[in-house]
């Protein structure tokens, strides 16, 4: 079995397997139509996820209880988290194009049957697990895919910027998608907010299958590239994208500091804001407050780089960043006062935007386009899958010690995945492609 593998000898920067697979166009990616089409119509689908986790969680808890809303919820998370990496492997196999299209159309039937379904009677229980668990596992599609469309749609001088336009699109989908599920639940209830995320998921069909798609460029000279005809299984394809991810010098650092940042901040801004603020008394303001302060500095962070383009000494900055985000979540859970909490929770935001940016970016321009399906689902799982297990062992530490130490302690935990991007010299002399 071929593998794609960067050897001892290899040169560090971000820059070999990217360049390789298409010249730039010269055009800006925020000014270039083809990249536009993709990234409003991944705009719209992210606002339809947000819409469409609205209305399931409000029709679980209209046909059950609250004690059904998490069942209802975790159900779409299991299926996710477990397929992904088969996810990764459909992405690489198959045009990603046609893979996110097709997730797309079932998203958008689904959800307007479910919809059609809610308008005639009160949906049942095992309905709403049945579309949370179907739903899941068509995201361990479409996540993979988009993070392999990228390079086929731009040249990999862009590709740093069409990270940050899309970490802008997740931002957006996180601001719009509530208040329109919420308009349309209170004027149809769920049956219209179903439609309007199967609205949304329909508009973008069109817009991707305008995209155009660049064939991919042979690998570089030292590397060699499984072909189709050589690929026996999935899963020899997915042992192939591991082995490949491990043996990178820059890449498995990358996906390794990565994964142990999600560990330790996941839970600490998720359920431990939630529980600091209920400690501190700040009320419910006061936590909408903090939230939207770090939401703010995770968008500005992301938007450097769709402005800019690119960063010099990308790998330092990354690491330097994560390590600031890391000692400010960390310190939160030592601040008193609201006003100083918001502020910090802004720059932790700015920092989390900047290192979030720059890590997928890195990703991008440094992995293989035929391994890049592969890579994204490993980045993914740790997000979507491992990351959230830590919600209530934080919950649990929490209403044992209180705040402060955990927060400490996740922190520290989070420094640990800075300190390793430190320590390699691959992501510390990594760069992204230059025009």
């Not at 069942?71 to 194009?97: H, I, N, S």
């Not at 709403?128 to 739903?135: P, Q, R, W």
């Not at 907010?193 to 570089?220: E, H, K």
């Amino acid at each position: 079995m071929a593998t794609l593998d960067t050897p001892p000898s290899a040169p560090a920067p971000a820059t070999t397997a990217a360049a390789a697979t298409a010249t730039a166009t010269g055009t800006a990616a925020h000014r270039d139509p083809n990249v536009l089409r993709w990234l409003t119509a991944y705009t719209a689908s992210l606002v339809g996820d947000s819409v469409y986790f609205l209305a399931l969680g409000w029709s679980a808890q209209r046909a059950a209880g609250p004690a059904e809303v998490g069942l209802v919820m975790a159900a779409g998370a299991l299926p996710r988290a477990v397929l992904m990496l088969g996810g990764g492997v459909v992405a690489d196999r198959l045009d990603p194009r046609r893979t996110i299209l097709a997730s797309d159309a079932v998203r958008c039937l689904l959800i307007l049957s479910v919809a059609a379904a809610i308008a005639l009677t009160t949906p049942a229980l095992w309905l709403l697990v049945a579309v949370a668990l179907v739903f899941g596992a068509v995201d361990a599609l479409f996540v993979p895919a988009v993070g392999a469309l990228p390079p086929r749609i731009t040249g990999p001088d862009q590709l740093a910027r069409v990270t940050g336009l899309r970490s802008l699109a997740m931002r957006l989908g996180q601001i719009a998608g509530p208040p329109l599920g919420g308009v349309a639940m209170g004027l149809g209830g769920p049956a219209a907010a179903f439609t309007v995320a199967g609205v949304l998921f329909a508009v973008s069909l069109p817009l991707l299958l305008s995209v155009r798609i660049r064939p991919l460029a042979p690998p570089p000279e030292h590397t060699t590239r499984t072909t189709p005809a050589e690929r026996t299984t999935a899963r020899a394809d997915l042992v192939d994208g591991l082995r490949y991810i491990r043996r990178h010098r820059l890449l498995g650092p990358l996906v390794l500091a990565g994964a142990v940042c999600e560990l330790g901040l996941t839970g600490t801004l998720n359920v431990g804001m939630v529980l600091l603020n209920a400690e501190r008394g700040w009320g419910p303001s006061g936590y909408g407050l903090i939230v939207a302060c770090f939401g703010a500095g995770a968008t500005a962070g992301a938007a450097l780089l769709a402005v800019v383009g690119r960063l010099p000494r990308a790998g330092l900055t990354m690491s330097v960043t994560l390590l600031l985000g890391s000692v400010g979540a960390a310190t939160l859970g030592l601040v008193p006062a609201l006003s100083s909490a918001a502020v910090l929770a802004a720059l932790v935001g700015l920092a989390a935007g900047v290192f979030g940016t720059l890590d997928g970016a890195l990703v991008q321009t440094t992995a293989d386009p035929a391994y890049l399906g592969r890579v994204t689902s490993v980045v993914m799982l740790t997000m979507v899958g491992l990351a959230p297990l830590s919600y209530p062992l934080v919950g649990a530490a929490i209403g044992v010690w209180g705040a402060a130490p955990v927060f400490l302690g996740c922190g520290a935990f989070s420094c640990l995945g800075g300190l390793y991007a430190l320590t390699s010299r691959a992501v510390r002399r990594a760069e992204l492609p230059r025009r």
